[in-house]
């Protein structure tokens, strides 16, 4: 199982990302942009996801991901247990979500493309 200290280590070299208290919400932006959001328990996070892959993704694996609150669902964002996922599965879910919030330059340099 993975944590808050895992979710930390993988976003401490994002560039541009950093670290918010928001209402004691634990949450990662870039800009003003929040990309992943930790719930006050810690057990589950609000990470981006693109929109039109959420359906199959709750569909798949109803264990691991849940629909966000109606009023987020306008939004490019799933919510994920922490408890179902494993450490790489974390860090693509971050890198994934990092990148649709970052310039596609920045994105090429931290990826190498």
Do not use: H, N
Request: aromatic share 10%; with cysteine.
């Amino acid at each position: 199982m993975v944590d808050l200290t895992d979710i930390r280590a993988i976003t401490a070299d994002l560039p541009r990302s950093y670290e918010v208290l928001v209402r004691d919400q634990i949450k990662f932006r870039v800009g003003q942009i929040v990309y992943l959001a930790v719930s006050r328990d810690e057990e589950t996070i609000g990470i981006g996801f693109p929109r039109e892959e959420r359906a199959a993704a709750l569909a798949a694996e109803p264990d691991k991901f849940f629909p966000p609150r109606p009023s987020d669902e306008r939004y490019k964002w799933i919510q994920v247990r922490l408890a179902a996922l494993d450490y790489d599965e974390l860090r693509e879910l971050i890198l994934d979500a990092w990148a649709m919030c970052v310039p596609k330059k920045v994105r090429a340099e931290f990826f190498g493309t």
